[in-house]
């Protein structure tokens, strides 16, 4: 079976610096995968090479045996943050609507088809209630179901979600995972997800993408969360705490890299 993501010996190079050096993953269909690492690691630029939105330097990505650029329709996007939307005077409803079938941004589409996938995603992250209010005025955990609504309009086999955790206190966090996990299971969809913090992901998690030092570890949580492994991923010792059915990630200063709640975004 073709893989959902083959990533092979992918190099990207900003302005004179090495972000990504030699990543390779392979990941397959209908897996969840988590995406983590530090500031500056190369998580939101990874996602922009896979979403087609940044050519790597070398190497290739290729999404259900395409490149990114032939891919786009098989593919639902939530990127940081809302898009600008924040002040926006559309209903949640139009904004979604707005989106239909590509980026045919204007006036919100009215067709029978529209209407019915439109009323689909929004009953899929349970958001038909307040659909018809204004997004400004949502709550941030409505606004990220309304964002992830956009994103799953045309079943994209793949969904790639950066940072949809920022900014959400830790209910609203759960909430929302739990919200992706149901839709995962009722689609089968190929979740990949960018957080700063793996312990809200421990249970709806298959494998970890772990981004450091401009290298990839790509495994089960317990093959990758190890003092041993993220040692040598980001070139100087890590010590990886365990207590019950959490992982902290400690430098050798005792600076805790990864932790719970942690709500800065990742401008890399």
């Known amino acids: 079976m073709i893989p ?3 990533i092979s010996n992918l190099n990207v190079s900003l302005g004179g610096n090495t972000i990504l050096s030699g990543v390779n993953a392979e990941i397959g269909n209908g897996e969840f995968i988590g995406i983590f690492g530090p500031n500056g690691a190369g998580k939101t630029t990874l996602v922009r090479c896979i979403v087609g939105t940044l050519v790597p330097t070398s190497g290739s990505i290729r999404i259900l045996g395409l490149s990114p650029s032939q891919a786009g329709k098989h593919i639902g996007y939530m990127p940081q943050g809302h898009g600008g939307f924040d002040l926006t005077a559309l209903s949640a409803r139009s904004l979604v ?6 980026d045919h941004w204007g006036l919100p589409w009215t067709s029978k088809k529209s209407k019915q996938e439109v009323n689909r995603v929004l009953e899929v992250v349970e958001a038909t209630s307040y659909a018809g209010r204004r997004f400004s005025v949502l709550s941030g955990g409505e606004r990220q179901r309304i964002m992830l609504a956009q994103a799953l309009l045309g079943n994209p ?5 950066d940072e949809p955790l920022a900014s959400l206190d830790p209910k609203n966090q759960a909430l929302l995972i739990e919200c992706i996990a149901r839709v995962q299971k009722l689609t089968d969809v190929t979740v990949l997800f960018v957080a700063h913090d793996m312990n809200p992901l421990m249970n ?7 981004l450091a030092g401009g290298h990839a570890a790509l495994g089960t949580v317990d093959e990758v969360a190890t003092s041993e492994s993220l040692t040598k991923l980001y070139g100087f010792g890590i010590e990886v705490v365990r207590t019950k059915n959490r992982v902290f990630v400690v430098s050798s200063e005792g600076n805790v890299t990864e932790q719970s709640e942690c709500t800065h975004h990742d401008h890399d």
């Open 97 to 102: 609507e707005a989106t239909f079938e590509g």
């Open 157 to 161: 086999r793949i969904l790639v979600l």
């Open 204 to 210: 709806v998690m298959d494998r970890v993408l772990y």
């Open 4 to 6: 959902a993501l083959q």
